[in-house]
């Protein structure tokens, strides 16, 4: 059985973080499956999905360390091109990845203890996110 749901955030833009754990869960258990897999996907190019304890020290650190890896003020080439200035916000994106999956066992998201699912806005201005939510399983 499969079960598709969306879930749409409105977001600030300059790596901002949003946990979406229970949105998430929400969805799952709307599906019915129990068992399987959940795959959580951003079809935005300025935006991640990965897991995270969501505590305010931690959170400041993946921020810091994204502006450390990849810094805003940097020369893009993309900036060079389109001239919206959130080259770097693609880049970022890339090394976060698009997507994440999480087992499902007994209609519960097997996470670990301190994990929390995150949706990371990479953008350099505000924007309404859509984020798809599948529910591959029995």
Request: hydrophobic letters at 35%; charged letters at 20%.
């Amino acid at each position: 059985m499969t079960f598709t749901g969306t879930l749409h955030l409105q977001t600030k833009g300059d790596t901002d973080i949003h946990d979406i754990t229970d949105a998430v869960a929400d969805l799952v258990a709307q599906s019915g499956i129990s068992n399987g897999i959940v795959c959580i996907f951003s079809p935005s190019s300025t935006s991640g999905i990965t897991t995270l304890e969501y505590e305010s020290g931690a959170i400041a650190d993946l921020k810091r360390t994204f502006e450390e890896l990849v810094p805003q003020n940097r020369d893009y080439r993309h900036n060079l091109r389109w001239g919206d200035g959130n080259g770097h916000s693609h880049v970022r994106a890339a090394l976060l990845g698009p997507s994440l999956s999480v087992p499902l066992i007994g209609g519960r998201l097997r996470l670990g203890t301190w994990q929390q699912i995150i949706f990371v806005d990479f953008d350099n201005r505000p924007r309404r996110r859509e984020i798809v939510v599948q529910v591959v399983g029995e």
